[in-house]
């Protein structure tokens, strides 16, 4: 037998740790190896086993989630998913996190709401895989057995039809459509940074909880050239601009003549995830065809892997993000997997190559 994901739970709140680990230990492949209701004392069960993941608080006594996680990335650095409440202070604070070394964010369970409690309960174990299998500075690569009971994945179809087949009539204007997972805002930011003013409009799913998505949008504005938002519905997608999926909502791209704009709606979990990357690249295999190319980024899982075949048999171009440079190499293996993928290249060249393409005619 494989051994399995050892987690240690940090968060002051006694309800936040038993639920997480209520939540966790549903997992066949995770085991809760201990928890703590604060950084010392999560330090000392440290110093005793060493997780393969920490579940970690922002806020708490004694010592903040941001100074332990800088603590652990210069010692001993182990995959840290941040644990925050929805609040906008604590999403600009949680964003720092991943800029330390976070893997990923996770939102507090909202206790008694028990469709929220099952969603959550997947988003959790998949956050809680994807930092286990996360190439980690100085972390020993271990292997882990990935195998549990799977609920049902919902595809693209419960949100939009396929596309017809027929590809789209191209017009003057190319269409940029990018998903990512785990590792994705680091990754985005390398990208988005490097687009011109006039660069192609984009629309991007960023898998990342609600409210997050909306201060993720704000440092991203203040650090590129090109205007970055978060997408609210029939935002038009112009040159120089990014649109980037709320949280917890679909995002799909839309036409009207020769005018592109997002469609912003709710929706089921779709491969496990709202938004999802297959719910964007299927309406951009719709609405966009040869006028569009996609870029697949760092992440676990397969979602945008259907949709990106789908834009590519309508005509699209399609880049997938290589795996050294990638912090979990799912989302583009499954892509590139499946044929949908026209190259493969490291993430600082994905720029310069969608440009090349957007200029080709």
Not at 12 to 40: C, G, H, N, W
Request: proline residues 5%.
């Amino acid at each position: 037998m494989k051994k399995k994901i050892k987690v240690l739970i940090v968060d002051d709140s006694a309800v936040a740790r038993q639920t997480l680990e209520e939540v966790l230990s549903s997992d066949p492949a995770i085991e809760v190896m201990a928890k703590a209701s604060d950084p010392l004392i999560a330090a000392k069960k440290i110093m005793k086993e060493v997780p393969d993941v920490i579940v970690l608080d922002v806020e708490m006594p004694r010592m903040d989630g941001i100074t332990f996680l800088k603590k652990i990335m210069s010692q001993h650095p182990i995959p840290v998913v941040m644990c925050s409440a929805l609040t906008e202070k604590g999403c600009e604070t949680t964003l720092r996190a991943l800029e330390y070394g976070a893997i990923d964010i996770i939102t507090k369970p909202r206790l008694g709401v028990k469709k929220f409690l099952k969603e959550s309960r997947i988003i959790i174990c998949d956050a809680v895989k994807a930092a286990a299998l996360a190439r980690v500075r100085r972390m020993s690569k271990g292997t882990f057995s990935l195998r549990n009971r799977v609920e049902k994945k919902l595809t693209a179809d419960a949100v939009l039809p396929p596309p017809t087949g027929r590809a789209m009539v191209r017009t003057t204007d190319r269409i940029i459509v990018v998903g990512a997972s785990t590792g994705g805002t680091e990754a985005l930011r390398i990208f988005l940074e490097a687009l011109p003013l006039d660069a192609p409009g984009v629309a991007i799913v960023q898998h990342m909880p609600e409210h997050f998505t909306t201060a993720f949008s704000k440092r991203l504005n203040d650090l590129c050239r090109i205007e970055v938002k978060e997408a609210a519905n029939g935002d038009s997608v112009l040159r120089g601009r990014a649109l980037i999926g709320p949280g917890n909502r679909h995002i799909l791209l839309k036409r009207s003549g020769a005018r592109y704009y997002v469609d912003v709606k709710d929706g089921p979990l779709v491969c496990r995830h709202r938004p999802s990357v297959d719910v964007l690249f299927r309406s951009a295999a719709r609405y966009a065809g040869s006028n569009a190319v996609g870029v697949i980024m760092t992440g676990m899982g397969d979602d945008g892997a259907r949709g990106m075949l789908e834009m590519k048999q309508t005509g699209a171009s399609n880049i997938a993000q290589d795996e050294a440079t990638s912090v979990v190499f799912g989302m583009p293996n499954e892509a590139i997997k499946r044929g949908a993928v026209d190259r493969v290249l490291p993430l600082r060249a994905i720029a310069g190559a969608v440009l090349r393409e957007c200029s080709r005619w």
